[in-house]
């Protein structure tokens, strides 16, 4: 779909009610042969605190040429919709979930890390700049370094669930479509708004990205509230203008 048919898409939208949780597939841009369940939700405590929950599926068939394909990182955006700001990502959660943290190189006991750096977090495979990722690694070349990876990560047939605990301001007028509405920037294969980093891919341990394409299936679709959609929109055509140009 081209961006004016999504631009057309949301626009045909505005008003209609969000979804709590969007549950969609991944697949790799390089073929591969990798995927992933994603399940995102997105609760709201009050306007200042909500939680997003994030379960990733390896589904990768574990043999052949992809044999031993594992997660190492993913990533996603943030939306941009007037009247709402977010400060921070990160904090305890219960047990037996993994925990994320907002700060690049603070591990937490999961030895996951999370960096929040708006149009920063650099992926490979031509599919740009995202908001926030998630690596098993510190480093910020964590998410593009191919190869083997270190511990922890998703091998297939497994599933790892993330929490992440978000603060701001408005954050009761988003809901899980106002994340997935929200797409990388400066990526010459496309604008994205989820993505997922595979390592160790068959016997020549291959790396991947597997990304959705715009729109999120039919089932979860672009929905946000109100204007919010406008907002988006403007934000992924003036970035995408500010890459292309720098």
Same mark, same amino acid.
């Given at each position: 779909?081209? !961006?004016?048919?999504?631009?057309?898409?949301?626009?045909? +939208?505005?008003?209609?009610?969000?979804?709590?949780?969007?549950? $969609?597939?991944?697949? &790799?841009?390089?073929?591969?042969?990798?995927?992933?369940?994603?399940?995102?939700? =997105?609760?709201?405590?009050?306007?200042?605190? *909500?939680? +997003?929950?994030? /379960?990733?599926?390896?589904?990768?068939?574990?043999?052949?040429?992809?044999?031993?394909? $594992?997660?190492?990182?993913?990533?996603?955006?943030?939306?941009?919709?007037?009247?709402?700001?977010?400060?921070? $990502?990160?904090?305890?959660?219960?047990?037996?979930?993994?925990?994320?943290?907002?700060?690049?190189?603070?591990?937490?006991?999961? &030895?996951? =890390?999370?960096?929040?750096?708006?149009?920063?977090? !650099?992926?490979?495979?031509?599919?740009?700049?995202?908001? =926030?990722?998630?690596?098993?690694?510190?480093?910020?070349?964590?998410?593009?370094?191919?190869? +083997?990876?270190?511990?922890?990560?998703?091998?297939?047939?497994?599933?790892?669930?993330?929490?992440?605990?978000?603060?701001?301001? &408005?954050?009761?007028?988003?809901?899980?479509? /106002? $994340?997935?509405?929200? %797409?990388?920037?400066?990526?010459?294969?496309? *604008?994205?708004?989820?993505?997922?980093?595979? !390592?160790?891919?068959?016997?020549?341990?291959?790396?991947? %990205?597997?990304?959705?394409?715009?729109?999120?299936?039919? /089932?979860?679709?672009?929905?946000? %509230?109100?204007?919010?959609?406008?907002? %988006?929109?403007?934000?992924? !055509?003036?970035?995408?203008?500010?890459?292309?140009? *720098?």
């Amino acid at each position: 779909m081209t !961006k004016r048919g999504i631009i057309t898409c949301l626009a045909g +939208i505005i008003g209609c009610a969000g979804v709590a949780q969007a549950d $969609f597939s991944v697949g &790799g841009l390089a073929g591969t042969g990798v995927t992933a369940d994603i399940s995102f939700a =997105y609760a709201v405590t009050d306007d200042s605190n *909500a939680t +997003i929950t994030i /379960s990733i599926h390896n589904t990768t068939v574990d043999s052949g040429d992809t044999a031993g394909a $594992f997660i190492s990182a993913f990533g996603f955006n943030m939306p941009s919709i007037s009247g709402v700001t977010i400060d921070s $990502f990160g904090g305890d959660v219960d047990d037996g979930v993994v925990q994320v943290v907002t700060l690049l190189g603070a591990p937490n006991e999961s &030895g996951w =890390y999370g960096r929040f750096d708006p149009d920063e977090i !650099k992926t490979p495979n031509a599919a740009g700049f995202f908001d =926030y990722g998630v690596m098993n690694n510190s480093s910020v070349d964590a998410f593009i370094t191919d190869g +083997i990876g270190a511990s922890p990560n998703i091998i297939p047939g497994e599933t790892t669930t993330f929490t992440i605990a978000v603060t701001g301001t &408005g954050l009761s007028s988003l809901t899980a479509s /106002s $994340f997935l509405s929200a %797409l990388s920037v400066g990526g010459s294969a496309g *604008a994205f708004n989820f993505a997922v980093r595979f !390592k160790g891919i068959g016997p020549d341990d291959d790396s991947d %990205l597997a990304v959705t394409v715009v729109p999120v299936p039919s /089932s979860v679709i672009l929905c946000t %509230l109100g204007l919010g959609s406008i907002g %988006l929109l403007q934000r992924s !055509k003036r970035h995408s203008l500010v890459r292309a140009t *720098a």
